[in-house]
């Protein structure tokens, strides 16, 4: 079951895969709902009721507090979907937040039980079924007959836009810069090096700057947050990492704007700060306009396209505070708000507490937490599972032994 969580990533490829781009309709279903990412998340919480998981003791262990903004919570995404304007997106959407919830609680109680024998291995398992998403996206590239005519913006390769490779590139890169900081062998630190190196690729040779930045920050928390990142060894990781990416991503180039250093290259001179953001700004400042609308309870799960027709052709507002504002108004921001940042401390006080094994989950988490500022990475399910996973590893590790005197 791990083997499935670890290597979704390929999986959802081989379930999209159609380089010709004549998509059948299990096909796009697949990609327009994630389907392989739900159904393995479903397999997950069968696993963990099978081995004694209860969700109601688990969730009354949480404080009455945290209770009642939960329920809060959920009472105003049901209330929403139902006067939602496109009822069924929201539907879809907010069974995909419950079993995302679902499926954190579940591998919390596994890696405390069935999979507590993981430590070592699991972010190793994660950095290959990212890497092998990489060689399918070689692949499929290889694969393409007629190029002229192949729609490279969105791409399609467990993507419904080449941006999206970014969400699979920060999670993996994130976790082979953490084995790297973490390695004791050589062997083991050159691949974990080499693993980001590819994965870096994939950033360079996508356009996908986001990525780039958001391993870059997540690399900086670490060496403030956690003391066993605080080696030579990681910071030439991350340097090695990344020129070496810039040069790999060289050895092909895509037949379109959107792709590759010089892309990257471009936006990053912008001198206009709606420019560098590439409408972003402009983008949340008419998500505003639909929030003064609806200021209390929102609009529903995914209803951006109908909250902010001028954007319509987005499924969210590529800022998760917007996104939560847009979707469940001030009243399930509040509860949301107060609920992460609980949630978000208790995994940093985790991680600074722990030892050199929880460098790869914060480094994965903190990675696509920041990509979530401007991207979608809590509104598609691959990072938005990553996230929740890593949470519940942190969160399931025992603490270091302290000896007496030490």
């Excluded at 299990?26 to 998981?53: C, D, H, M, R, Y």
């Excluded at 994130?174 to 980001?196: D, F, H, N, T, W």
């Excluded at 950033?203 to 990142?229: E, I």
């Excluded at 037949?255 to 990257?264: K, S, T």
Aim: with cysteine.
């Amino acid at each position: 079951m791990w083997l499935l969580v670890a290597l979704a990533p390929f999986l959802f490829a081989l379930a999209s895969w159609n380089p010709s781009g004549e998509r059948r309709i299990g096909q796009a279903l697949a990609l327009g709902l994630s389907l392989p990412i739900t159904l393995i998340e479903l397999l997950v919480i069968v696993l963990a009721l099978a081995s004694g998981f209860e969700i109601r003791r688990t969730l009354g262990a949480m404080p009455a507090w945290a209770k009642l903004l939960l329920a809060t919570l959920l009472a105003v995404a049901i209330g929403t979907a139902l006067t939602a304007v496109i009822p069924a997106r929201a539907w879809i959407r907010t069974a995909q937040l419950a079993i995302h919830l679902l499926f954190g609680l579940s591998a919390w109680h596994l890696f405390r039980t069935r999979w507590a024998g993981l430590a070592s291995s699991a972010w190793w398992w994660i950095t290959i079924g990212t890497c092998l998403y990489v060689a399918m996206v070689a692949a499929w590239v290889f694969a393409v007959h007629d190029e002229p005519r192949f729609d490279w913006k969105s791409f399609g390769l467990a993507v419904g836009h080449i941006r999206q490779t970014g969400f699979y590139s920060a999670a993996g890169a994130g976790a082979a810069l953490g084995l790297a900081a973490i390695a004791r062998s050589r062997s083991g630190y050159a691949l974990a090096v080499a693993a980001a190196t590819l994965l870096v690729a994939l950033s360079c040779w996508s356009g996908t700057r986001g990525s780039l930045f958001a391993v870059f920050a997540a690399f900086a928390a670490g060496l403030v947050f956690l003391p066993s990142m605080r080696n030579r060894r990681a910071v030439v990781a991350l340097v090695i990492a990344h020129i070496g990416g810039a040069l790999v991503s060289l050895l092909h180039q895509a037949p379109h704007a959107f792709y590759g250093l010089w892309r990257i290259s471009e936006t990053a001179a912008a001198t206009g700060a709606d420019e560098l953001a590439t409408g972003r700004l402009r983008m949340w400042a008419a998500s505003f306009d639909a929030i003064l609308e609806r200021p209390l309870f929102g609009w529903g799960e995914s209803q951006f396209l109908v909250a902010v027709p001028s954007w319509g052709q987005f499924n969210h507002p590529h800022n998760i505070l917007v996104q939560v504002l847009v979707q469940w108004g001030m009243v399930g921001f509040m509860c949301w708000l107060v609920l992460a940042g609980w949630l978000g401390w208790r995994f940093l006080a985790a991680a600074r507490a722990g030892g050199p094994a929880l460098v790869p989950p914060f480094l994965v988490a903190a990675s696509l937490a920041t990509m979530a500022m401007y991207e979608g990475a809590l509104y598609h399910p691959y990072p938005f599972m990553m996230v929740v996973l890593a949470l519940a590893f942190v969160l399931a590790s025992p603490p270091p032994i302290q000896l007496r005197g030490h």
